[in-house]
Structure formats: C-alpha cells, structure tokens
C-alpha cells in the first residue's frame, strides 16, 4: 500500500469525527444563547433573517474554542477507532511507523491551525461587533415601531412617553408629555412642544430630544414639598431600551476582544488597565493558531497507544488536555491583562511548556515505550467504569 492511500484514508477517517465534533460542540457552547434568540422569536417579534444574521455573527468568537477541540477530539476518536479495531498493529506489521502515521494529523492541524488564526484575528472581533450593531439596530427599530400617537408608551424602562400627534416618516412627535423616573428624587413630569428619538450607532445609544418645553418636579426631601418648574428650549433624555429588547446594555466601550487587529496593536503600546487589557487579548490571538499544532503532538501519543479502558481512555485523555490547556491560558491572560506579566512569561512560555512535554510523548511513543501519563488515565478510567458497573449490577 502507498503512502499517498494511507494519507489519504488516514485524512477521511479522521475529518468526519472532526466535522461532527465541530458541529456537536458548536451547539454546546451556543446553547444559552440559543435560548435568548428563541425568546427574540417567540415574544419580541423578531423576524427570522435577523434571527440567522444574529446566530451567524455569535457563531464566529465560538469557532477559537470550538475549532481545536474539535480537532483534538475528533483526531483522538478516530485513532481510537483504528486501534480498537486492530488497524495500527497491521499498519505497525507493514512497515508504517508512528511518525508516518503522523503527516495526516500533522496537515489536519495546519489548516486548523490557519482556520483558528484567521477567525481569532479577524472573523471573531468582526462577529463580536456586528453582533452588537444588529442587536442595537433590533432595538432602535422596534423602539420606532412602538412609537404610537394617543396612547401611553411604556417600552423604556426609565419612563414614559405619550404624544397627541406623530409623523410616521420624519419620526417626529408633536405634543409630548413623558413621565421620566430618576431613582430617589421621584418622578419628573416633562411637557414639550416636540421632540424626536434619535439613534447613534457609533456610541450605540439612543436619544429622546425634546424642544420648547417645562419639567416639573415635586421636591419630597424639603420641608415644605417645594414644586420647581423649569423652562428649556431643548432637553435631551437617554432612554433606558433594555427592555425593548432581551439583552444587556449596549456598552458604550469597546472593548479589546472587539478591536480589529490593527487597533488592538495600537492599544496595547499604551498604558494603564486598557492597554494591558488589549496587550493581553493581542497575544491571545496570536498563540490561538498553536493550540491545534501542540494538540497534534499529544494526539498520536495518546491516540495511538491501546488501552484497556477502550475508547473512553482516549476520549478522557483529551478532555484533560483540552481542560488544562484551556485553564492555563485562561490564568495566562489574567496575569497579563491584571498583573502586568510580560506575554513572553505567561502565554509564550506555557505554550512552550506544553510544546516540550508533547515533544516528550511523541518521541516516547515513536520508541515504544509506555506513557506514565497514558498509563494512568488509562488506569483511572477502567476503575471508574468498573465501580460504575457494579453498581448498576447491584441496582
């Protein structure tokens, strides 16, 4: 048998459990999200394109977790099938060793790798941001669809609106009279000859400005109860639109994990708790593509070695992998971005640590010798599983 066959068969038989891990986790970490969109549907009225514009944008910051464990585990279930089916003795019999075994996982995690690069740098700030952009823009237009003449608007939550007249092209309301809440000073009884709700995309925030008007307050804390009555030409109010639509406030900041790349370099050769904040997500995006190269030198090692726990030895193997990598780089960036650690101490010297230790097991594995580490994950898991037996016998 060529080379050419066995990468190729290699290659298929890996890519499909890759694929259907990909889509099985996708959905797992989009779960509660998928929730909060269903509830758009169902009791805000939300038509079903901006539904699919807004589940395709928060797919995309998903795909840099979602991408190398996908690939981790998919890899480690294939080569799990392999073994348990005898096909790594007899590609071993035929002259096939570990390290050539190793191409076709090596080329899966180089376009994995080149995938994850380009979603963490580019596609997953975009999604972030056109995430932000379509929920505001959702909730500005449905704020301008309640908006009704004659009737008492109670959409935003920090007050109400009514208006004897409204031009449904211009936006513009004529006869305006607006309860606004401001927290212990009581209400605010506002009446002004127009006004307009004007929307700012840039600062996502929305703006009720009113013209030729009065305010009138009654002033509980003093002794005598004191009425005011001030007069304006133009008052402008920030209504509160959280609850127009189910999500949290539009911040008004953004944050680093949602600056192009470009930007983000800029941002972090500042200084002060920003700048380290976006130095931070800066070398995150840069070691995001070496999380499937260094998962390729723990797949064949773990992958490859039978187990007397069966495939779940495998399957477990990787999810502390995945696990401790995951931690690790988690406490990587809160020790640059809190701490002020220098990357080259935190992200680049751990993903160093974890290169060595997958260099160790891949060589001990290329010589045959047994893995400690394998040994007793293995060994963990067979126990597990049979405690777990007895008790169902005795149930």
């Known amino acids: 048998m060529s080379r050419h066959l066995i990468n190729r068969y290699l290659v298929r038989e890996l890519l499909t459990p890759i694929i259907l891990c990909l889509l099985v986790f996708t959905l797992v970490l989009m ?4 929730v909060q ?10 038509d079903l394109a901006s539904i699919l514009t807004l589940f395709s944008t928060l797919m995309l910051p998903f795909m840099t977790i979602a991408l190398p464990l996908s690939f981790l585990m998919g890899s480690l279930i294939g080569l799990g099938r392999l073994c348990a089916d005898n096909e790594s003795i007899a590609f071993r019999a035929a002259g096939v060793g570990l390290l050539d075994l190793g191409r076709p996982v090596l080329a899966l995690a180089l376009a994995c790798a080149l995938l994850t690069g380009l979603v963490a740098a ?7 941001r056109a995430f932000k952009a379509t929920l505001f823009e959702m909730a500005r237009s449905k704020a301008n669809i309640g908006l009704q003449q004659n009737l008492f608007i109670k959409q935003f939550k920090n007050l109400v609106l009514y208006a004897d007249h409204l031009d449904d092209k211009t936006g513009r309301m004529s006869g305006v009279f607006i309860v606004e809440t401001q927290g ?5 009884m506002i009446i002004a000859d127009s006004g307009r709700l004007v929307s700012s995309p840039r600062d996502e925030s929305m703006t009720l400005q009113l013209h030729n008007g009065t305010m009138h307050r009654q002033e509980a804390d003093t002794p005598q109860g004191a009425y005011q009555v001030i007069r304006f030409n133009r008052y402008d109010i920030r209504p509160d639109i959280s609850s127009a639509m189910s999500a949290p406030k539009f911040a008004q900041r953004v944050s680093p994990n949602e600056l192009p790349i470009s930007e983000l370099w800029q941002a972090a050769r500042g200084d002060g708790e920003r700048a380290l904040a976006a130095r931070a997500e800066f070398h995150s995006r840069l070691c995001a593509p070496l999380a499937p190269l260094i998962f390729a030198l723990f797949i064949l090692p773990f992958g490859m070695q039978t187990q007397r726990s069966g ?8 999810l502390l992998i995945y696990l401790i990598y995951y931690l690790m780089t988690s406490l990587a960036q809160t020790m640059t971005a809190t701490l002020g650690i220098h990357p080259l101490f935190s992200f680049w010297a751990l993903h160093l640590v974890f290169f060595c230790a997958g260099l160790y097991l891949l060589r001990q594995s290329a010589l045959e010798r047994p893995s400690r580490l394998l040994a007793g994950i293995d060994n963990g898991v067979l126990f597990i599983k049979q405690r777990l037996g007895r008790r169902n016998a005795h149930a």
Do not use: Q
């Not at 969109?37 to 939300?46: C, E, M, P, R, W």
């Not at 580019?122 to 972030?128: E, L, R, S, V």
């Not at 212990?184 to 605010?188: K, Q, Y």
């Open 31 to 34: 779960a509660g999200r998928l």
């Open 37 to 46: 969109l269903a509830d758009l549907v169902i009791n805000k009225g939300v």
């Open 122 to 128: 580019w596609a997953a700030p975009w999604g972030k």
């Open 184 to 188: 212990e000073r009581g209400p605010l």
């Open 311 to 318: 495939r779940s030895g495998g399957f477990t193997a990787g």
